[in-house]
């Protein structure tokens, strides 16, 4: 089965420094995601993207972050200075639009001491 | 915004038959009902989807009703594996986002 990628796995970072995660979803797949998870939390959307640019964005996703699909491969999420609510597990996701499925990596722990 | 309710958590043993309900009044005519398992620290996992009527995979059974305000999420014979979190997911009536409930935390007993 196709995966998305994650990196790193954890990461581990001061408040007030900017982090970029780092995703490469399924090749063929057009729309793209940002969720996160704190800790004993469900899961929150952040924002989506298609076609070069955000399609959607929650309240969550305010001016500290942006993303980016520089290359046609990876996709990103900058939080441009962490704060420590930012502490969280950070996934994401593409969306295989012919069957409908979300696939999710396996994530990123970002812990902002 | 499409909204779910599930109940929140669900306790179960070896080898029974667990269902899960999802409430999903407000769904939209072209959205797919959609469950996910969770396991802590990974990434939520498709499960099986379906749009009416029954669907069943090697893993689950889907049962939604003719007016498709809920689902049924059937699992088969659960074992220890199986806790975990599970989601009943609807697409954002916006377009292509997926909203996650808080999900039902099953936990299989020996």
């Known amino acids: 089965e196709p995966e998305v990628t994650q990196t790193p796995s954890h990461q581990v970072t001061q408040m007030g420094q900017e982090v970029i995660l780092r995703c490469v979803p399924i090749?063929?797949?057009?729309?793209f995601y940002w969720y996160r998870q704190i800790l004993g939390q469900k899961v929150e959307f952040l924002v989506s993207?298609?076609?070069?640019?955000?399609?959607?964005k929650s309240e969550i996703f305010d001016d500290q972050f942006s993303v980016e699909r520089p290359d046609g491969s990876n996709f990103t999420l900058k939080i441009r200075s962490t704060k420590l609510e930012d502490s969280a597990m950070y996934f994401c996701?593409?969306?295989?639009?012919?069957?409908?499925?979300?696939?999710f990596g396996s994530g990123t722990q970002l812990s902002v001491l | 915004l499409a909204k779910t309710t599930q109940p929140i958590s669900m306790d179960s043993y070896e080898g029974q038959e667990v269902n899960i309900t999802c409430s999903h009044n407000?769904?939209?005519?072209?959205?797919?009902i959609t469950w996910y398992q969770q396991f802590p620290s990974q990434g939520p996992r498709f499960i099986i989807q379906?749009?009416?009527t029954k669907v069943t995979n090697e893993v689950a059974s889907l049962f939604i009703p003719a007016d498709r305000k809920s689902s049924t999420l059937s699992l088969p014979r659960v074992s220890l594996s199986d806790t975990a979190v599970y989601y009943c997911?609807?697409?954002?009536?916006?377009?292509?986002?997926?909203?996650f409930g808080p999900g039902t935390r099953l936990s299989v007993l020996p």
């Open positions: 996701a593409s969306f295989d639009s012919l069957n409908e499925k979300l696939f």
């Open positions: 090749s063929n797949h057009l729309y």
């Open positions: 993207f298609y076609n070069n640019e955000i399609s959607e």
């Open positions: 407000n769904i939209a005519t072209n959205d797919y």
């Open positions: 379906g749009y009416k």
């Open positions: 997911l609807l697409r954002d009536n916006y377009g292509q986002n997926f909203v």
